[in-house]
């Protein structure tokens, strides 16, 4: 029996018409018609309910035809066409973004029974949460438990592997075959979680996951007594990357924002300042702990990582005198050294920019210092005019770069406009082109439910092919659930 699955649109309370999508206080001749001779609409509720259904649609044939209804074990691809499933498994990462989606359903339920308690809400919250809970009881299925030596202590840690194995908890999780970008993926999705159910385990599992992350972030000193910083890419890596600093800087935020008034405390372990090899530690507020490494994560990366074009660089490399991990002994005790990095390397991709364009909003409603706002908007300009190409593939819509993981990536950045609407009123533009070219593929290339790789160009090779991502299919339903909920709120006020 497959698991929580409804057949696509037997729930809807509305007719699926095609619709003219420009979102609120975008201009009605900046993008044009869906198809020619369809009802157009500027309703923003009606627009945002079509967009949470098409979200949920998404992702129940996604669980339907990815995910075993036993096991819950997730297929990497899926081809409509040929009806079969690849026999690879889907990574962590990939398994994350169908918490990703369904927390962005949540999310979006919740802002349309406040709304106008519509009829979504009643028939699909509770369905949702049970399905959200089984999402994270089965991604027990790639952890494991290893002994790391990091920069100030030797510590047995239960994380997550990047593949999964047939046994909860007994994942291989040693070396590279963990990396800390994938618990920050989590880590993410948790509090989010935590926040739309209260759900304590959320909570404790994510400052589980960020107190192992930290402890990979450099605190070893230069010759001045300045922290090196930077987290590198996993525990086996030394190259510090974009992807594996920026998405923890607004979980940080999050979580100082749930301890600000409290006194709770955290151990800060680090090194002497003065004496560059003495390992300390001390007891300090979490409220402050969390937010002081928002901070010195973003300004890191910042420093490193961001381009003479205003967008963000893959990460540091360079390495002296190669990438070797390397260690040093203090008082008889083992520790991880600095390995030097001394060059930004890599393409600019759309999540590096999206993550610190997040980072940044929240960094500002925060703390309220204006370098924020002004680092989020210069950012978010920059990001759109380096990554969306107007008439690329289609006269007047914009293409983002579909090869590789880019889906995914872009859907990064467009959580990252959607936030940062409270900067600048402009980035709706930016939010328009993802609509409609969610639209555009919805409509013209709707394979029994399944949208191809390239929403404007269609399915192409992919026909023969293994198909599209479940990573990708969870992604076009995070985007839809999140612009649904952006027409729901779409009065917020720029901050000031």
């Known amino acids: 029996m497959k698991f929580f699955i409804i057949a696509l649109y037997c729930t809807m309370f509305w007719s699926l018409t095609s619709v003219t999508v420009v979102l609120s206080g975008c201009a009605r001749n900046s993008l044009p018609s869906e198809v020619e001779g369809e009802e157009e609409t500027d309703d923003p509720q009606i627009i945002a309910r079509r967009n949470l259904q098409r979200s949920i649609d998404l992702i129940d044939v996604t669980i339907d035809h990815y995910f075993d209804p036993e096991t819950f074990e997730m297929r990497r691809f899926y081809n409509p066409f040929t009806n079969v499933k690849s026999d690879e498994r889907a990574s962590v990462w990939m398994y994350t973004a169908g918490i990703e989606a369904v927390n962005a359903v949540l999310s979006a339920l919740k802002q349309a029974q406040e709304i106008d308690g519509n009829t979504l809400y009643k028939d699909q919250y509770e369905r949702y949460i049970k399905l959200l809970d089984n999402l994270y009881a089965n991604a027990d299925y790639y952890l494991g438990t290893f002994e790391l030596i990091s920069y100030t202590q030797t510590k047995e840690w239960s994380v997550y592997a990047v593949d999964r194995v047939n046994q909860k908890g007994q994942a291989n999780v040693s070396g590279i075959l963990n990396v800390y970008d994938d ?3 989590l880590i993410r999705e948790l509090l989010d979680s935590y926040k739309l159910t209260g759900k304590m385990e959320y909570l404790e599992k994510a400052e589980y996951l960020t107190a192992y992350v930290l402890d990979g972030w450099d605190v070893t000193r230069d010759s001045n007594g300045k922290e090196n910083g930077g987290i590198p890419w996993g525990p086996g890596y030394t190259t510090k990357h974009a992807c594996s600093n920026g998405p923890l800087i607004s979980p940080l935020v999050w979580l100082h924002e749930i301890y600000k008034d409290k006194s709770d405390k955290i151990e800060h372990r680090y090194i002497d300042a003065e004496n560059k090899q003495t390992r300390r530690t001390e007891q300090v507020e979490k409220g402050k702990y969390y937010l002081d490494y928002a901070r010195s994560i973003y300004e890191w990366q910042k ?30 005790v083992r520790y991880r050294a600095n390995t030097p990095l001394t060059e930004a390397v890599g393409e600019a991709y759309t999540y590096n920019s999206g993550t610190m364009l997040s980072g940044a909003v929240d960094l500002y409603r925060v703390t309220g210092e204006r370098k924020y706002a002004t680092d989020g908007r210069e950012l978010a300009k ?36 959607h936030e940062a609407i409270s900067l600048d009123q402009q980035v709706e533009t930016y939010l328009t082109a993802f609509q409609q070219n969610l639209d555009y593929g919805f409509e013209r290339y709707n394979q029994d439910g399944f949208l191809p790789t390239n929403l404007l160009k269609g399915w192409a090779g992919e026909k023969n092919g293994q198909g599209v991502e479940g990573m990708f299919m969870f992604t076009y339903a995070a985007q839809y659930a999140i612009l649904g909920e952006h027409q729901l709120t779409s009065d917020l006020k720029v901050l000031h």
Do not use: H
């Not at 880019?406 to 990252?416: A, V, Y």
């Open 183 to 185: 618990q920050m993926w």
């Open 303 to 332: 420093s490193n990582l961001l381009n003479a074009s205003g967008v963000y660089t893959d990460m540091m490399g360079g390495c002296l005198p190669n990438c070797d991990i390397r260690y040093e002994e203090v008082d008889g």
């Open 382 to 417: 920059n990001s759109f005019k380096q990554f969306a190409s107007l008439g690329k593939d289609i006269p007047q819509y914009y293409s983002f770069g579909t090869d590789g993981f880019r889906n995914w990536f872009n859907g990064i950045l467009m959580r990252s406009y």
